[in-house]
């Protein structure tokens, strides 16, 4: 264990008996000296570095013995982001993700570089016009199917709102299957459940079908039912993938057909890795943003100032307000600065890990200015904080305020913000992501007034207790808002 620290320098950190990496860890609580828990990067943020006077950490733990490291130096991650060969992504961790066959996330090197350049060209600037124009027609659904123009609205959490959402979109923009909120409840021929259904299983309830094994899948009826939505998915993929190379060829938008027309031409994909990559767009881009959606909504009801003025910007730049285009997108700055901002406090992704592949080192100054220098032997465990950098003073003025402000001028650190990390292996579907989330705040804060839902149990709490109640987080596959109980109230 001391070797293990003396090998990264006995720079300061974490030491805990089992490591954050082991299954284990995920089970156990955070307990000082014991375990981290699954949040503890976002619980800490900028604090551990604070108290520490560094902007690298190092993470020391017994179980199993070795040492890893924790940045949130903007220089330090710009090297390990842009250097791909020298801190590759630890594919390992990654394996369980290749469940409906080999895909871009869980790949590196000469496999990685083939499905990367058959899958970036697909994320064209007709699909992002495709995901806006498909999440005006989903959200007009919602007002008017769901909400039935309601003057009060309640939801109890409105992941119960986004998560839908963003499936839908992701549905239409990324398969060509449109789903609408209250329609596709007939089964197919051939089917033993709707595709909507088949979707819905397959995206909540990826952890366990992951962690449980085949034989465990088969005891209960719930599991039995996620087995089959598994099942049904991969089937429903094949029949869209099979259909669509016999069909006359028809000019479309969404991914998987883009995806089929790049692997038609040269080096294709087999029917496995088609799956295995339009599966991972689907839980890369669906959680990710539903959950972004989430923090976003609350953090205007809990400040109705940034609300309103939000509000006043999308009426001042929208002439006709109620159906907004595509076009309209860069006009709507403040829109994405509100989302912005969302992303730096509640990043999706808190860690994002890379593992160096050769001894090296990383220089830092601590709070004394010295610089320190950090050896990283090969083989260590690279992790980019993303909440110790989001929160990290010397880049952010006040960094614990919600001041969508700071993204309106052209001044903030962009090496400082990395929630769709950067460089080579930089998201692939950031500009979907952001199309969505424009798309859905523009709809609803014209429509809707946000605010916190109104309950008597908790009618003398302070605003501090208030904020934590609604932000209050765990770290499941991403960054996960526990309720948020919200009131729309209509405009
Ligand atoms: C707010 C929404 C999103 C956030 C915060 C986000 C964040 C990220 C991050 C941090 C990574 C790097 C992960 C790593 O290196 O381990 C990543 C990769 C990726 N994301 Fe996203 N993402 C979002 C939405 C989307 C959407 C909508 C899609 C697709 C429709 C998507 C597709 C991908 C893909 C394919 C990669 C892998 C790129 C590669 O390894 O070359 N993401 N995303």
Redesign the pocket.
């Known amino acids: 264990f001391r070797q293990a620290a003396r090998s990264v320098g006995e720079i300061p950190g974490y030491r805990t008996l089992v490591s954050r990496s082991s299954l284990l860890s995920s089970f156990i609580p955070r307990t000082p000296g014991l375990s981290l828990g699954r949040a503890w990067s976002f619980e800490d943020k900028y604090s551990r570095y604070a108290e520490n006077g560094y902007d690298i950490l190092t993470l020391v733990s017994a179980f199993p013995c070795k040492p890893e490291i924790v940045l949130a130096d903007a220089a330090a991650i710009k090297e390990v982001i842009t250097y791909r060969s020298r801190f590759p992504?630890p594919v390992d961790l990654y394996v369980a993700t290749s469940f409906f066959g080999y895909n871009?996330?869980a790949s590196e090197g000469e496999e990685?570089k083939r499905y990367?350049k058959i899958?970036a060209p697909t994320f064209t600037e007709r699909n992002n016009k495709l995901v806006w124009n498909e999440t005006v027609a989903i959200m007009n659904d919602l007002f008017d199917s769901v909400w039935e123009n309601q003057q009060v609205v309640t939801v109890d959490h409105i992941l119960d709102i986004t998560l839908p959402a963003t499936l839908f979109i992701?549905s239409a923009a990324?398969f060509g299957q449109k789903l609408t909120w209250k329609g596709g409840s007939i089964v197919p021929p051939h089917h033993k459940m709707t595709f909507k259904d088949a979707l819905y299983i397959s995206t909540t309830y990826m952890l366990p079908r992951l962690l449980l094994p085949n034989w465990a899948m088969k005891l209960t009826e719930k599991t039995r039912r996620i087995q089959l939505g598994f099942t049904e998915l991969r089937t429903f993929m094949t029949e869209m993938i099979e259909d669509r190379m016999k069909s006359e060829k028809v000019e479309r938008d969404d991914?998987l057909s883009s995806l089929l027309d790049a692997s038609n031409d040269g080096e294709g994909l087999s029917t496995d890795e088609l799956i295995g990559n339009i599966f991972?767009?689907l839980i890369?881009?669906?959680e990710?943003?539903a959950h972004?959606l989430c923090f976003t909504l609350a953090l205007l009801a809990l400040y109705p100032a940034e609300q309103e003025k939000l509000y006043e910007h999308i009426k001042s730049v929208l002439p006709d307000a109620y159906a907004p285009t595509y076009e309209q997108v860069p006009l709507l700055t403040r829109v994405m600065a509100v989302f912005n901002e969302t992303?730096r406090m509640f990043?999706?992704?808190i860690i994002?890990?890379k593992r160096s592949a050769e001894d090296t080192t990383f220089s830092t100054m601590n709070t004394r200015g010295e610089t320190v220098v950090v050896p990283i032997p090969k083989g260590t465990d690279v992790h980019i904080n993303v909440p110790g950098l989001h929160y990290n003073p010397k880049y952010w003025e006040n960094p614990y305020e919600f001041k969508p402000d700071r993204f309106l001028n052209d001044d903030w650190n962009r090496d400082a913000f990395i929630?769709?990390?950067a460089g080579p292996?930089?998201?692939?579907?950031?500009k979907?992501?952001e199309t969505?989330?424009v798309a859905f705040l523009t709809m609803l804060v014209l429509r809707y007034k946000i605010t916190v839902k109104e309950e008597p149990c908790f009618a003398n709490e302070t605003f501090e207790k208030r904020k934590e109640r609604l932000l209050k987080v765990v770290s499941i596959l991403t960054l996960t808002p526990v309720k948020m109980p919200l009131t729309f109230i209509r405009r």
């Open positions: 992504k871009i996330v990685w990367r899958a992701i990324g991914l991972i767009f890369a881009g669906h990710t943003t972004t992303l990043p999706a992704v994002i890990p929630p769709f990390s292996r930089a998201c692939l579907g950031r979907f992501a969505e989330a």
